[in-house]
């Protein structure tokens, strides 16, 4: 099973120190519209909710590392059940997006449109749907997870954009031997209506020369 610990220095590698950039004016502002900042890359609305009153700046800059992966663990990685995924490349894809952008439903999104998994898309991730994400192939899964974000980001665009792609290429799927799960009632099968996408992933290397 995805380990929390292993998933934190990932993390660590993509977030810095305090900033108050006007570019993150939604992440750095508290409930009083007062732009406070980000630290550790906990957004000033997450840290409120932690503390239970709106943060100054110098709360934020003052944000010890130790609450920041407290609040990591409870608000993020929790909150994805990410201990039940068995690929630890895949919670880290998962809770890396939720960490920095407050988004889940994608990883239904491409359970429905690239595995054929028959799910409302919302942004609950549920046991039910982390069944569904361990009985997908996780390699390929990491591949239009991955896929995902980065359309995402693109959509977005702006003077971040670098940033978060340059972050995204750092998530890599780490091959390692899957252990036998005996209880497994429903396999998802990867949807190919897009025969392309799925000649590159099956001939990465080919592609990359």
Partial sequence: ?????????????????????LSDRKGNTNSLGQMVGTKYGI??????????????????????????????KKYYWDACNADEIENQSVANLIVDHYFNSGKRMFVKQV???????????????????IALIN?????FLHFELKKSREKYYRSLGG????GWLNRLSRFVFEKKKPKPNNNATTIVKPSYSHAWDWLVFTNKKAFQR
């Fill in 159 to 162: 003077v971040n954009l670098k």
């Fill in 43 to 72: 957004s000033a609305p997450v840290y409120e909710a932690f503390i239970k009153r709106p943060p100054t700046v110098a709360d934020m800059k003052n944000l010890p590392l130790s609450t920041a992966v407290l609040i990591a």
């Fill in 135 to 139: 009985a997908s192939n996780p390699e």
């Fill in 111 to 129: 359970l429905k449109d690239r595995f054929g998994a028959k799910i409302k898309v919302d942004s609950k991730i549920s046991r039910d749907t």
């Fill in 1 to 21: 099973m995805a380990n929390f610990n292993l998933f934190l220095p990932e993390l660590l590698k993509a977030e810095g120190g305090y900033q108050n950039k």
